[in-house]
């Protein structure tokens, strides 16, 4: 029989293979191996299987360049064991792809990987799935290291890479909180391992890469050498913050768009230390602002102008409790951009400092101003989104105007040096989707939990999105938001 077998797949792999009715009632394929199947011109019009079954299915180089499937359907196709350890296709493409029904109990990719997928231009104008379910869909190693999609569009909510765009012209920007990749000062023992810092934020890279513009608050400066460093009685006990200048790059690698430099931080090493910081975002073409040097910018992407500034109640920066200042700024902005992103750093630190307070906060007998006067001015003088930081923990947001203000997104990516138990060690990432005018339309939150000495890792337990809906609960009772237990932010219909 085996003899059979391999003399008609030899057969097979000479001749054009159509087959316009193929069906397989019960078909099994318990050792299917085609350790070198191709297929330059497979042509399934009609490909029906009502009971595939596919137990141990095998592909190990499975390559398809013109792999087309015009009207491939499968009203009840399951695949109870399906395993695809190394599926590539170049120039897959399905321009009538449909899945009226499609269900997937127990999907599993074990090791599903896409090192180089790139879908520039991805296009699936008739996908569609009105019914597509996994309800326990896992994907324990997916990776896409280079995944790109500019015109992808999923529904639902997951590990976050899916997220609920309410129209094709919607705009994702996506909002991280402090981010420190670990100081050389007063100790290079404060660096991560070989002085590498690519390994932090990887695990959250299809997150970080999924929207179109991302921002975070730098948490300190980038100064490989020079500076003066402030002045601390005990330098053990003193927080004092300079990165390598090469770990910049980890930025560029996750792909931030726009920084917050307005923080307590970027003075760790004077005049230096904001010149050098300075100097190296702008090599890198991040945009960046909160320097009383450069208080504001403007930059252009995907066709969107986007205006940004970002304030603090310290020195260096610009200042937060100048409220009418803020305002002018954010008025001018808005009249040369699209969309007005406005960053602040305020608020009291801590776990005894999780709820926004309606009037001044101090902290440590400073004044810090008040981030709800702040967020209420400057979306009144035409900002879109306002993200905060500072607290160190997470703070409720709030639809004012049918903006999103964020009031604090944590500690999300800070090495060493930082006290990253309870709730400093859980942070959202929040997915904003605004129309090109900047109204709200929804948004999506991935919880993220830092373990060990710190470094982001997607939360299973979904702790910042609960801590999320617990804060919002009490702090804004009165809005017109919902936010999911998977994470959804929706506005009450």
């Known amino acids: ?201 990887r695990p959250v890279h299809h997150i970080l890469q999924s929207g179109d513009v991302l921002f975070g608050n730098l948490e300190g400066v980038f100064c490989s050498e020079g500076g003066t460093p402030k002045k601390c009685k005990d330098t053990t006990m003193c927080y004092v913050f300079r990165m390598p200048d090469h770990f910049s790059a980890c930025l560029v690698e996750a792909g931030y768009d726009l920084l917050s430099v307005a923080n307590n931080h970027v003075n760790d090493f004077g005049p230096e230390g904001r010149r050098s910081t300075s100097q190296i975002l702008d090599s890198l073409e991040i945009a960046y602002a909160g320097f009383i040097t450069h208080p504001w910018t403007t930059f252009e992407k995907g066709g969107i102008t986007y205006g940004f500034a970002a304030f603090a109640p310290n020195r260096g920066t610009m200042d937060l409790k100048n409220y009418e200042e803020a305002a002018r700024i954010t008025r001018m902005l808005d009249s040369v951009a699209d969309i007005v992103i406005i960053s602040f750093h305020g608020g009291g630190e801590g776990k005894d400092h999780q709820h926004v307070v309606r009037g001044d906060e101090e902290y440590l007998g400073y004044n810090r101003g008040s981030v709800y006067r702040f967020s209420h001015t400057v979306v009144d003088a035409g900002a879109d989104v306002v993200f905060g930081h500072g607290p160190h923990v997470t703070r409720a947001i709030e639809l004012y105007q049918g903006r999103l203000i964020c009031y604090s997104l944590g500690n999300f990516c800070t090495y060493r040096r930082f006290n990253l138990r309870g709730p400093n060690g859980i942070a959202p990432v929040i997915k904003v989707y605004v129309d090109r005018e900047g109204s709200f339309l929804s948004g999506q939150v991935v919880a993220v939990y830092q373990p060990g000495e710190g470094g982001p890792r997607v939360d299973p337990g979904k702790r910042a999105i609960q801590k999320l809906i617990e804060l919002t609960g009490i702090d804004f009772p009165e809005q017109n938001l919902t936010i999911s237990p998977d994470g959804l932010i929706s506005t009450q219909k």
């Open 1 to 201: 029989m085996r003899r059979v077998v391999v003399g008609m797949l030899i057969c097979f792999s000479v001749s054009l293979v159509a087959q316009d009715t193929l069906r397989s009632d019960t078909l099994r394929s318990d050792t299917l191996r085609p350790d070198t199947l191709r297929s330059d011109t497979l042509r399934l019009d009609t490909l029906r299987s009502d009971t595939l079954r596919s137990d141990a299915l095998r592909s190990d180089t499975l390559r398809s360049d013109t792999l087309r499937p015009d009207t491939l359907r499968s009203d009840t196709l399951r695949s109870d064991t399906l395993r695809l350890d190394t599926l590539r296709s170049d120039t897959l493409r399905s321009d009538a792809l449909r899945s009226d029904t499609l269900r997937s109990d127990t999907l599993r990719l074990d090791t599903l990987r896409s090192d180089t997928l790139r879908s520039d231009t991805l296009r699936s104008d008739a996908l569609r799935s009105d019914t597509l379910r996994s309800d326990t869909l896992r994907s324990d190693a997916l990776r896409s290291d280079t995944l790109r999609s500019d015109t992808l569009h999923l529904i639902g909510a997951g590990d976050g890479v899916i997220a609920d765009a309410d129209t094709a012209d919607s705009i994702c920007i996506i909002g991280t909180g402090d981010i420190m990749f670990g100081t050389s000062y007063p100790s290079t023992t404060y660096l991560p391992p070989g002085g590498d810092c690519s390994p932090l934020l």
